[in-house]
């Protein structure tokens, strides 16, 4: 899917122009930085740029703010590179609500772009460079030209091939398998769930892959497990012991986090735990456990979806 030139009139205004692509700047800095709150800041960082741009000489504007918005993001994630070799514990990207709805009815492009989007792509991406990163970015999940990509980037179309087929090996070399199927996701998350607050460490075991990895992200500031958990009946017994932990009436939300089902846990109306599920082969490949309090404000809006979970059911009212 080739981006098309977008022109504009002199009856358009800056701010029309800019609104008609934000939604695609904020999906390329998020796919570049992992974080909802940098690539808000960049795109409007963005913005900044845009309306202090001689607009006459832009032939084309959606070219012209993806190329401002992947240079300010490959600073800001340069910049970045250097506050996570400080991190406390592994790092997990800011949860990013996606609900494709009615605007994505084609099943194998809602499929590309919740991949595009989703925790175990993003883990993976952050092993490459900056640059390595906008070429898989821009070229993978928007299908940009080479040409394009290099003028963006300043390179050179032969630079930006071999960039892509780095880049794009080291992901397929790195990258878990998961299941896109969002129903099958979501049984298999509901019955992982159920398992963990019943206490049923055997039906938990069912429904683990032997080599499944959980990955917790508190930033050091709440508890979380300070590094990457092995075997399924370590990782089983935890769970069991965290829901238990978690009282009898938790207050639950079911939503779609990074392009697959969900569970937002809240604590005194606030956003405390997202825990979101590898699957593959119907079973769940890794667990994602993101605390980092940091990266889950954002979330507060979706305080009213919380309610107890019903019996019998791990996501209660928010279904």
């Known amino acids: 899917m080739a981006p098309v030139a977008t022109s504009h009139t002199a009856a358009d205004t800056a701010t029309d122009v800019f609104e008609e692509h934000r939604s695609l700047l904020t999906a390329v800095a998020y796919r570049m930085l992992g974080r909802v709150t940098d690539a808000e800041d ?16 832009v032939r084309d504007p959606r070219g012209f703010l993806v190329r401002v918005t992947t240079r300010l993001a490959i600073d800001r994630l340069r910049q970045a590179r250097s506050r996570r070799e400080s991190y406390v514990g592994p790092w997990l990207p800011e949860p990013l609500v996606t609900d494709f709805g009615h605007a994505v009815p084609d099943t194998a492009e809602r499929a590309l772009l919740a991949e595009s989007v989703s925790l175990a792509l993003l883990v993976v991406l952050e092993s490459l460079s900056p640059l390595e990163r906008a070429v898989f970015v821009l070229r993978e999940a928007f299908g940009f030209a080479y040409g394009e990509i290099a003028t963006a980037l300043d390179r050179t179309e032969s630079a930006v091939r071999q960039l892509a087929g780095r880049a794009r090996r080291h992901v397929e070399e790195r990258k878990p398998r998961f299941e896109v199927d969002p129903a099958q996701r979501r049984d298999l998350t509901e019955r992982f769930l159920a398992a963990a607050r019943d206490g049923d460490l055997e039906g938990l075991l069912s429904l ?27 990782i089983a017994r935890f769970m069991v012991a965290v829901a238990q932990g978690a009282g009898q009436h938790p207050e639950l939300a079911f939503t779609e986090i990074n392009g697959g ?54 996501g209660g009212a928010a279904r």
Do not use: C
């Open 42 to 57: 960049v795109v409007q960082e963005t913005w900044l740029r845009w309306s202090g741009a001689d607009r006459e000489t």
């Open 208 to 234: 683990l892959a032997p080599d499944v990895r959980l990955i917790g992200d508190s930033g050091g500031k709440v508890k979380a497990p300070l590094r990457v958990m092995e075997t399924a009946d370590k």
């Open 261 to 314: 089902p969900a569970l937002v846990l809240f604590a005194d109306g606030r956003p405390d735990t997202v825990l979101s599920l590898d699957v593959a082969d119907g079973l769940v490949q890794a667990v994602y456990i993101i605390r980092n309090p940091d990266k889950l404000a954002h979330l507060a809006g979706l305080a009213h979806l919380a309610a107890p979970p019903a019996e019998g059911t791990p």
